[in-house]
């Protein structure tokens, strides 16, 4: 800033914060303000912004009805001394306020010392004329234990009380000592630190000014979050795509526009290059270099080409955000987002004015809600479990937007599943949900046949094993089933393994994989069997077929 100008050539210019563009790990922040030009101002200068301001990035333009020249931008960091009037007079507050309650408890304590050393003066001279009334008859043992268990009671009390009060005493004394450190901090002053810009302006003549500045921050990052609900008896689930903002960049947003992007600018727009992949012999380590030759290497990589990509894909993402004339905010029933496919990322416009304090708390924002198609299928495998698990088959229409990575959150007939990891689901793809066991799908699985043939076959031993599995549709709703069950696979050319029958009929899979797709009528019940060999020589010992 040009310090020969006279004060009123440069206006302090307050600004507020209009609308946040929120990536996966920064923001970009748009702020405006108005002013009333009289034609001799040279500077219009922001200040008290965060110190997550990265100063690369800010930039600035305006609209208004006197023609204005922007120069230039300068940040500067600026270090202030933060008032610390307020917080000085209720630690003094405070302090007295335990002081006196500590001077109320040793003024309790005094009171009960005199009381406990008048009983121990009163049982000193008692037990002597005590003992003189006991021996000539004069008091009864009865009136004697009285006075004895008198005394020793309130003796007893009164020490209790005592250190009761001496307990309190010592943490009143922690707590006091503890402000006065307080206290001692925050009287010695600190610099708070900010950055300040001042933006060079040559306005035509008097006449209204608005001042757009934007800047990206560090802090800041959201992740999609989902709410699915399934009915049994429908063909839908309801998604619910909720984001999860997050953000400590030093300010608070309030009442903005705010839009949610996939974009990454901090990775640039250049694919990344393969390095060579060396092999070499192995060479010992050298001696560690000395300390001149190492602040040599670090100073050339650190000079070395690729640092710079990236801050200009960043300065070019922040100077590219269009700046509005006229804005009108507009409140929907209903949460909802613009959505907008373009450059390869997926921007949310959210609708309706949007607080965001920076507490770095998590908060959410719905996005939009749908239902998206989907089919019920049931999974068994009865071999390791006799239950059936039912899924969801959803598909995201082929005009939807793109499902992001994220936490999902199930419900089945409005009762909380559970939670799952969602991957990236685009647009005209299928997804599963689990939903849990279906108890409405009853499974029974039997061995009903183990043989070992007495002869040799072709001088093999030949051992037969079939199994029966029932399957009832305990449901009033038809069911589809996908059963899978297993033979067992050789790792021995010695051992042959055979499907000979499957009722109903299907085709062996790898890895000795047995699937069946079944279609279940309500209340109907369906049997399923299947038949295999394993034959060896009779000199092996085979393991693995303790079924």
């Not at 990322?345 to 239902?371: E, L, R």
Request: aromatic share 6%; with cysteine.
């Amino acid at each position: 800033m040009d310090t020969s100008a006279t004060p009123s050539t440069v206006i302090s210019l307050e600004t507020h914060i209009v609308a946040v563009t929120v990536y996966t790990d920064q923001a970009l922040i748009t702020r405006r303000g108005k002013v009333t030009l009289t034609g001799q101002e040279q500077a219009l200068t922001l200040t008290h912004l965060p110190l997550t301001l990265k100063p690369e990035s800010v930039r600035a333009s305006g609209v208004g009805h006197v023609a204005v020249q922007l120069r230039d931008v300068q940040t500067e960091r600026i270090y202030a001394t933060e008032p610390v009037v307020d917080r000085i007079a209720q630690l003094t507050a405070q302090i007295e306020a335990l002081t006196d309650e500590k001077q109320t408890i040793e003024d309790r304590i005094a009171a009960d010392a005199i009381q406990r050393k008048f009983i121990e003066g009163l049982s000193e001279k008692a037990v002597d004329r005590f003992s003189r009334s006991l021996a000539q008859q004069q008091v009864s043992l009865a009136e004697t234990r009285n006075l004895l268990n008198f005394v020793g009671q309130r003796y007893g009390d009164l020490s209790a009380a005592i250190a009761q009060h001496k307990r309190e005493q010592t943490q009143l004394t922690k707590q006091i000592q503890a402000l006065y450190q307080q206290l001692q901090q925050i009287q010695t002053p600190r610099p708070k630190e900010s950055y300040s810009l001042t933006v060079g302006i040559a306005p035509a003549g008097a006449g209204e000014f608005e001042l757009e500045v934007s800047y990206v921050c560090d802090r800041a990052s959201w992740k999609p979050l989902y709410d699915l609900r399934v009915d049994s008896t429908d063909s839908r689930v309801h998604l619910t795509y909720l984001a999860e903002v997050n953000q400590t960049t030093g300010e608070d947003w309030s009442t903005v526009a705010l839009t949610l992007s996939t974009a990454k600018p901090g990775l640039g727009t250049l694919p990344p290059n393969l390095t060579p992949w060396y092999v070499d012999v192995y060479q010992p380590l050298p001696p560690p270099a000395s300390a001149p030759m190492m602040f040599r290497n670090r100073a050339v990589a650190s000079a070395a080409p690729g640092g710079k990509d990236e801050e200009n894909e960043m300065v070019a993402m922040a100077s590219s955000y269009a700046f509005e004339v006229t804005q009108q905010a507009i409140i929907a029933e209903a949460p909802s987002a613009q959505i907008t496919n373009e450059g390869g990322g997926v921007t949310f416009a959210i609708d309706g004015n949007n607080n965001i304090p920076g507490d770095g708390a998590s908060h959410k924002i719905t996005i939009f809600n749908d239902d998206y198609p989907s089919h019920l299928e049931h999974i068994a495998v009865p071999k390791l479990v006799s239950f059936a698990y039912l899924q969801a088959i959803v598909t995201n229409p082929a005009d939807g937007v793109t499902l992001l990575a994220g936490q999902a959150n199930i419900f089945r007939d409005n009762r909380f599943v559970g939670t799952t990891p969602l991957e990236n689901v685009a647009p005209g793809q299928e997804f599963k949900l689990n939903l849990g066991i279906d108890e409405g799908l009853k499974i029974t699985r039997d061995l009903i046949e183990r043989k070992v043939e007495k002869q040799l076959i072709g001088g093999q031993r030949r051992l037969t094993y079939a199994y029966r599995l029932v399957v009832t549709n305990l449901r009033e709703q038809e069911a589809m089933l996908k059963l899978s069950e297993q033979l067992p696979v050789s790792r021995n050319e010695q051992i042959k393994v055979r499907l000979h029958r499957t009722s109903p009929q299907t085709q062996l899979g790898e890895m000795g994989l047995l699937e069946w797709s079944l279609q279940l009528e309500p209340n109907a019940k369906q049997e399923l069997s299947y038949q295999f060999t394993v034959e060896h020589s009779p000199a092996l010992t085979v393991t693995g077929l303790d079924i």
